[in-house]
């Protein structure tokens, strides 16, 4: 079991990140044309649009982030929809390609924390593995430091409304909020916190 509140030192997470983030790209490497087509469970956005999201953090510097945030006038949400969909035009031989430069690279988009990287790889490799029909596993560990994170964020703002249960994670030691509880692997767990509600809707309780 993982103990409560566990949260991983900076390095064990960034080699979590760079391990999950050149898998995800072995295996986007793979799809035939018609996989990258498939949506997913992010509103709009298909395999391509989320390969191509998880490119966009670890390259934007505050200027084009600034830009960015114009050109979508000042809503962060419709930024990051449109600068997914904008980049999941390019070729997919450019979208892994880009995904494995992100390999190794520290940066974080302006505004963001050393954890959100994880989230985002964690939660949008899940994204991708579920359109596919495919199983993806979660380090337990890491499923723990990103959900949280996603329990105590305040800023960035937390796009995905907490649910009103109490949560506990059947593989770890971690459990959140009040009410009817909600049970199952942390992993699951994570999804549910960052509105994959369809993902976990078999989840046990």
Do not use: K
Request: charged share 30%; hydrophobic share 40%; with cysteine.
């Amino acid at each position: 079991m993982i103990p409560v509140g566990a949260v991983l030192e900076t390095d064990e997470r960034w080699r979590i990140i760079d391990r999950e983030r050149g898998e995800l790209a072995d295996m986007l490497a793979q799809l035939s044309p018609e996989d990258w087509e498939r949506p997913t469970q992010c509103d709009g956005w298909r395999v391509r649009d989320v390969a191509a999201h998880l490119t966009i953090a670890p390259r934007m510097s505050y200027g084009a982030g600034l830009r960015e945030f114009l050109r979508a006038r000042g809503d962060v949400n419709r930024m990051i929809h449109d600068t997914a969909v904008r980049e999941g035009r390019r070729p997919v031989t450019e979208i892994v390609a880009e995904l494995r430069a992100t390999v190794g690279s520290r940066h974080l988009a302006p505004g963001t924390t050393r954890r959100e990287p994880l989230i985002d790889i964690l939660v949008h490799g899940q994204d991708i593995a579920l359109a596919l029909g495919r199983e993806r596993e979660m380090p337990v560990a890491a499923a723990v430091d990103a959900a949280d994170r996603v329990w105590t964020m305040r800023f960035p703002p937390r796009p995905w409304p907490l649910p009103r249960a109490r949560l506990v994670a059947t593989d770890a030691d971690w459990s959140r909020g009040e009410g009817e509880e909600i049970s199952g692997p942390v992993s699951t767990l994570l999804l549910l916190l960052t509105g994959r509600t369809r993902s976990t809707a078999d989840a046990p309780t």
